[in-house]
């Protein structure tokens, strides 16, 4: 274990004797100084210390300064610091034990001999680790999510107040939004960090302005990881959106007037699939399939029938409200057999793929598109995988094609999140959605409402709630009002309009990175049921809503 130890001149005198006392306890110790009593600033060498820390090269660290206040300040503002001011032997072995210091400050002030008493207790105290100390620390981490945008407070307080609200919002809530999730704070803290200062127009090595290497750097870790977690060709990681990234790959290989095949709006698919009102139902030839309307799930001997007749150049598969799995070994033969190429949009599932509880569209796709924030839980942005003989044209269609200078910090939050779905917990975290999906199902089921296509394979399910009575726009109103937060969506065949739905949509990807599983979901199923039950009931929401808020604080957000 690697101990750093720095002061300034004011602490001088009790850093040597620190010094000699890791010499005689046998401890590994790094002076980072200074060596002299000139006027020195403390705070830089504190940065010094702690930056050493953070990336990883030391674990512990020691602080001295002439009251150890100021060093105390400069330490712990970074998160994941915990630097204790000691000044008496049973607060450094408390500020072990119960805090899991580690950083020790002391005042150069307090006598020698005591700050080496003090010292020695500090580094042989290992952390408890009992459940109320690791809750305790766990609230302090959480504590950070406001310390990340603290700034705005003084400098945007309206601002300010919205994120706070969406704050309060998370921790008091159950939320069902199946393209929705809660990002890392590794990820946020990649989004918002000084990478957004730099335009980095081109790709790594061959930009327009100079300047680019740590930029460069970033994006290339983030594209050597999207194609290692995914095992693809090429990746391009600068879309903004999946949108975007959708459009990139229409303008690399179709002309306008092109004939797309790809799921109908209305059935489960997206707006860029086609929608009338999207650019992709403009400027394309959109010929759009369906599901079975006996079992409302894919047919596909009828889409392969559909592709033979219209002869598209391009096959889109992939939804944004289809509860089942998607077989991509169909749709290549299906793409193979009418000469058409193929593309996958798995910017729901993409988060599934990683963790292995989805098939992988990639060695079957000449492209794939994804966002990566739903169930992958980056940023929110976009990428595109490909085969190689594609990788020179979607790359130009990106840039200069479509866009300019790329979001950087966006790039860099990718890689953060690529980093993180290749973790064992990940797989672990996938799983679970598809368990508590089925569990959240199941509920409902059982409960009498019928769910479209009569239940699911991922992270999302479709209710109809038209068969009790209910419109989309209602329920989710009525859900909302307790605390329990999904979307109106249409049905496969739908007769309401897409403003008011005959069914809401469900997801758990949000709920199980909180750390909920099957026997949570019995309780929220059973609250969207009771609440559907008796809709005009705004009582009873109300009763839910008390008990959601004690339930949700029991399973904090990251």
């Not at 720095?6 to 000699?20: F, M, P, T």
């Not at 090429?234 to 799921?263: E, K, R, W």
């Not at 679970?432 to 769910?451: D, E, M, P, W, Y």
Request: hydrophobic fraction near 40%; glycine fraction near 8%.
């Amino acid at each position: 274990m690697t101990t750093l130890i720095a002061s300034d001149h004011g602490g001088l005198n009790s850093k040597s004797a620190i010094v000699e006392l890791c010499q005689d306890l046998g401890v590994a110790i790094t002076d980072l100084g200074p060596c002299c009593s000139d006027s020195v600033d403390y705070p830089d060498y504190a940065l010094t210390l702690i930056k050493s820390i953070l990336d990883g090269r030391a674990e512990r660290g020691i602080l001295v300064c002439t009251t150890g206040i100021g060093m105390s300040i400069a330490a712990n503002r970074f998160t994941g610091i915990r630097a204790a001011l000691c000044t008496e032997i049973d607060q450094a072995e408390r500020s072990r034990d119960h805090n899991d210091s580690n950083v020790l400050v002391l005042r150069g002030e307090t006598d020698a001999a005591v700050n080496r008493a003090i010292t020695e207790v500090w580094l042989k105290t290992p952390f408890g680790n009992v459940e109320r100390h690791s809750r305790r620390l766990n609230k302090v981490d959480r504590a950070g999510r406001l310390a990340e945008v603290a700034v705005l407070a003084s400098e945007d307080p309206e601002i300010y107040a919205s994120i706070v609200a969406q704050t309060e919002q998370e921790d008091a809530t159950i939320n069902l939004i199946a393209s929705e999730n809660a990002t890392s704070s590794a990820v946020r803290a990649a989004t918002g960090s000084v990478l957004t200062n730099k335009y980095a127009e081109g790709y790594p090595g061959k930009r327009w302005y100079s300047g680019c290497k740590p930029v460069d750097a970033a994006e290339q870790i983030a594209i050597n990881r999207a194609k290692e977690l995914f095992n693809a060709e090429h990746a391009n990681v600068q879309s903004h959106c999946g949108s975007s990234a959708n459009m990139a790959v229409y303008f690399s290989v179709l002309q306008p007037g092109d004939t797309i095949l790809a799921m109908s709006l209305n059935q489960g698919g997206h707006l860029t699939h086609g929608s009338p009102v999207n650019f992709s139902g403009q400027l394309y030839n959109i010929s759009a399939y369906t599901v079975s309307p006996e079992t409302e799930v894919l047919d596909y001997d009828a889409i392969k029938e559909q592709a033979l007749a219209v002869k598209p150049k391009l096959i889109v598969a992939g939804a944004s409200a289809y509860p089942r799995l998607l077989d991509f070994v169909r749709f290549r033969e299906i793409a193979d057999a009418c000469g058409a190429m193929l593309m996958v949009d798995m910017a729901h599932i993409a988060g599934l793929v990683a963790g292995g509880v989805h098939p992988s569209p990639v060695p079957y796709a000449d492209f794939v598109t994804s966002t990566t924030h739903k169930t992958l839980r980056g940023p929110r942005s976009g990428i595109i995988l490909c085969r190689q003989q594609y990788a020179q044209v979607l790359d130009k269609t990106v840039f200069p094609g479509l866009q300019g200078g790329p979001q950087q910090n966006a790039t860099a939050a990718k890689a953060v999140c690529f980093a993180e779905a290749m973790r064992p917990e990940f797989k672990a975290y996938a799983a679970q959605i598809v368990a508590n999906s089925k569990a959240l199902a199941q509920t409902i089921a059982n409960r009498g409402f019928t769910l479209v296509s009569g239940g699911t394979d991922n992270h999302l399910m479709l209710v109809n709630v038209a068969t009790r009575g209910l419109s989309g726009k209602d329920a989710a109103a009525a859900l909302d009002n307790a605390g329990i937060i999904c979307n109106k969506n249409a049905i496969p065949f739908d007769t309401k309009s897409p403003f008011v739905t005959s069914g809401i949509r469900i997801g758990t990807a949000a709920v199980t990175t909180r750390g909920m599983r099957e026997t949570e979901m019995a309780s929220i199923g059973g609250w969207i049921c009771d609440i559907l039950d008796d809709i005009s009931n705004t009582d009873l929401q109300q009763q839910i809503r008390n008990t959601i808020t004690g339930f949700a604080s029991e399973f904090p957000t990251p």
